[in-house]
C-alpha cells in the first residue's frame, strides 16, 4: 500500500525559506500535491506537480520532485506569519482517483 | 472556480443520536466526492468515497452501517453518522473531484462534531 511521510514540525523566522519534505513510496504516484490546512479549517490546494516534472515554480512556492528517489519537497520564498499552519503532501498513485495523504508538517513562522 | 460548501460547521449531539452531515459543489458537478475524517493533530483518513447514483465505497475498517453516505445528486453528497458515541467526534471533511481535471479536488471547511 500507500505510505507517505512527512516531518512533524518546522519552525522558521520570518522572512526566511521554509522547506518542507515529503517521501512516498509508491512508484505509481501520477500527481503530487501540497494542500496547507489553518486551525479548524478544510484543506486549500497550493500547488501540484506531475510525476513527470521536476520541479514547478509558482510565486513563492517552488516543489520539487526526485522520483528516483521518490522524494518531494516544497519551498517556500519569503515565510510569512500568515504561512504558519500544517502542510499536506498527497498522492495519487496508477489508475486510483483517491488522494493519499501524508502525516503532515506543522510550520511555526516566529517574529 | 470550484467551491464545495460544507454544512454544518460545528455540531454538538447527544450520544444515540444521528447527525447528517452535508457536503455540496457549488459551481460544478461531482460524480465522485470523498469524506475523510481526521483526529487531532493527525492526517486525513479517507472514509468512503462516494459515487452518485451509486453505493458508495467504504474503505477497510469504517462501518458502512454506522456511516451512511447518500449521493442522491450531482452537486450533493450526505454522511450520516448513526447512533453518534463520544468516540465519533472527530472532525469530517468531505472533498469532490471537477469532472476532467487531475488539479480539481476541493475540499469543504470541515466539520467538528462533537459527541456528549
Known amino acids: 500500500g500507500e505510505d507517505v511521510e512527512q516531518s512533524l514540525f518546522l519552525s522558521v523566522r520570518e522572512g526566511d525559506s521554509s522547506v518542507i519534505n515529503c517521501t512516498y513510496t509508491?512508484?505509481?504516484?501520477?500527481?503530487l500535491y501540497w494542500y496547507k490546512q489553518e486551525p479548524g479549517a478544510g484543506l486549500q490546494l497550493l500547488t501540484y506537480?506531475?510525476?513527470?516534472?521536476d520541479m514547478k515554480q509558482d510565486q513563492r512556492l517552488t516543489v520539487l520532485l526526485n522520483k528516483k528517489d521518490k522524494h518531494l519537497s516544497l519551498r517556500i520564498a519569503d515565510t510569512q506569519t500568515g504561512d504558519s499552519a500544517i502542510y499536506f503532501c498527497?498522492?495519487?498513485?496508477?489508475?486510483?482517483?483517491?488522494?493519499?495523504f501524508g502525516t503532515g508538517t506543522r510550520l511555526q513562522v516566529t517574529l | 472556480g470550484a467551491v464545495v460548501s460544507q454544512h454544518p460547521s460545528r455540531v454538538i449531539c447527544k450520544s444515540g443520536t444521528s447527525v447528517k452531515i452535508e457536503c455540496r459543489s457549488l459551481?460544478?458537478?461531482?460524480?465522485?466526492m470523498f469524506w475523510y475524517r481526521q483526529f487531532p493533530k493527525q492526517s486525513l483518513m479517507l472514509m468512503a468515497t462516494?459515487?452518485?447514483?451509486?453505493?458508495?465505497?467504504?474503505e477497510q475498517g469504517v462501518e458502512k452501517d454506522k456511516f451512511l453516505i447518500n449521493h442522491a445528486s450531482l452537486t450533493l453528497s450526505t454522511l450520516t453518522v448513526t447512533s453518534a458515541h463520544p468516540e465519533d467526534s472527530s472532525f469530517y471533511i468531505c472533498?469532490?473531484?471537477?469532472?476532467?481535471?487531475?488539479?480539481?479536488?476541493?475540499f469543504g471547511s470541515g466539520t467538528r462534531l462533537t459527541v456528549v
Open positions: 472533498s469532490a473531484r471537477k469532472q476532467g481535471t487531475w488539479y480539481g479536488y476541493t
Open positions: 509508491d512508484s505509481s504516484s501520477t500527481y
Open positions: 506537480i506531475f510525476s513527470n516534472m
Open positions: 498527497a498522492e495519487i498513485a496508477g489508475t486510483a482517483s483517491k488522494l493519499t
Open positions: 459551481d460544478f458537478q461531482a460524480t465522485t
Open positions: 462516494s459515487n452518485e447514483g451509486s453505493k458508495a465505497t467504504y
